[in-house]
């Protein structure tokens, strides 16, 4: 067993894994609790997909090409979010994105990289947050019945949470998500032109928060 597995083991609780998959073979949910990047053995730099069960599943891609499969499942505009949105709001790097009204991603430091290319950063489901703990070298985030060890202080975990609370106010006109029927969104947010309509609400919104 590698060191990072047993990290993992130690670290999170989980219901099941789902074995190694290839990407072209992965089906994404709608909704999930977290994707994170994982060392797959003898495959190298993977990702871990945590489902709102608690299922692992282990698949032999990067996190960018999951959550690019994911906007694209919600016709997600994220370069639109990137300049129209938070820029907008002040936030200029791991910025929320926001999916449906149940169905936030946040972006948090998850592992240490072995090699200096390899991203550190996943993405956890805002929503599905319980708690967050700090300990001397790392934080605990308690996301639906499992804990993921972020290597970040709880202040700046919770300022990413808070960021993430102000992206949805912009987005209250959503569907919810009906997480026992596990059905797709058809009102999708986060398109250029939805981005366009509040642009000007947005700006005006910041003005009055920099005023206080």
Avoid: W
């Avoid at 789902?18 to 994404?28: A, C, L």
């Avoid at 972020?150 to 106010?169: F, G, L, N």
């Avoid at 998500?177 to 005006?204: F, G, Q, S």
């Amino acid at each position: 067993m590698t060191l990072e597995k047993l990290s993992y083991i130690i670290n999170t609780n989980i219901s099941s894994h789902k074995g190694v998959m290839e990407m072209r073979n992965v089906e994404m949910p709608d909704v999930y609790l977290a994707i994170l990047p994982y060392y797959i053995d003898e495959y190298g730099n993977g990702t871990e997909l945590i489902d709102l069960d608690g299922n692992v599943s282990f698949i032999k891609c990067s996190v960018k090409s999951c959550l690019n499969k994911t906007l694209k499942r919600y016709a997600v505009d994220l370069n639109a979010i990137r300049e129209k949105y938070a820029k907008s709001l002040g936030i200029r790097n791991s910025f929320p994105i926001p999916l449906a009204r149940d169905f936030t991603l946040i972006q948090l430091k998850v592992r240490i990289p072995k090699v200096a290319k390899d991203t550190a950063y996943g993405y956890i489901c805002y929503e599905k947050i319980k708690k967050v703990e700090e300990r001397v070298s790392f934080s605990l985030v308690y996301v639906g019945e499992c804990d993921i060890k972020v290597y970040q202080k709880k202040a700046s975990i919770e300022k990413h949470m808070r960021d993430a609370s102000m992206m949805k106010t912009f987005f209250a006109n959503l569907d919810s998500l009906n997480y026992d029927d596990n059905r797709a969104m058809y009102n999708l947010p986060a398109t250029k032109a939805d981005i366009a309509l509040l642009y000007e609400e947005i700006v005006k919104i910041k003005f009055k928060i920099e005023k206080m």
